[in-house]
């Protein structure tokens, strides 16, 4: 993996911190449980999250599912992995509205994935229940050595 692809996993890790406590996270990205996709290769991750990717392979909408810009993760997210001022953010989400949802929390996050096909969020690997599905980053899965999402 290139040193730029692992600086901005490094920063979607560092922007996905929750709670008061910012405590680092093992996450994980997550789809719909129908979805085929079994994984992206860290390049096609980026794609996806930065809105250069629209479909799945069977030709879904890819539906991203973000927390609120204004909690600190997001904001982190905007500057790290997004390269953006928050007013170029909120712009970037107005021109994808139709493929943007805003969760509130992390449980509002999970709920969003498993009902929308096509949607995919990232989320801390224990939140994760058996309503969505875990997607290999690279061919490993969360908590294997070598998950470029794995807290540091």
């Known amino acids: 993996m ?38 992206f290769t860290s390049a096609d991750l980026l794609k996806v999250f930065k809105f250069g990717r629209a479909k799945w392979p069977d030709g879904k909408t890819i539906v991203l599912v973000l927390r609120d810009p204004s909690t600190p993760e997001m904001q ?37 994935v498993a ?9 801390d690997v224990y939140s994760i ?5 875990v997607l290999r980053i690279d061919g490993k899965l969360p908590l294997e050595q070598g998950y470029p999402l794995k807290a540091r």
């Open 2 to 39: 290139s040193g730029k692809v692992l600086r901005l996993f490094t920063m979607i890790a560092l922007a996905a911190c929750l709670g008061a406590s910012c405590e680092a996270k093992n996450l994980a990205v997550i789809v719909e449980k129908n979805n085929a996709v079994g994984g």
């Open 76 to 112: 982190a997210a905007i500057t790290g992995l997004y390269h953006m001022q928050p007013a170029e953010f909120k712009s970037l989400l107005a021109s994808h509205n139709k493929t943007v949802i805003i969760a509130e929390n992390e449980d509002d996050l999970l709920k969003s």
């Open 115 to 123: 009902a929308i096909p096509g949607a995919v969020g990232l989320v």
């Open 129 to 133: 229940t058996e309503k969505v599905k």
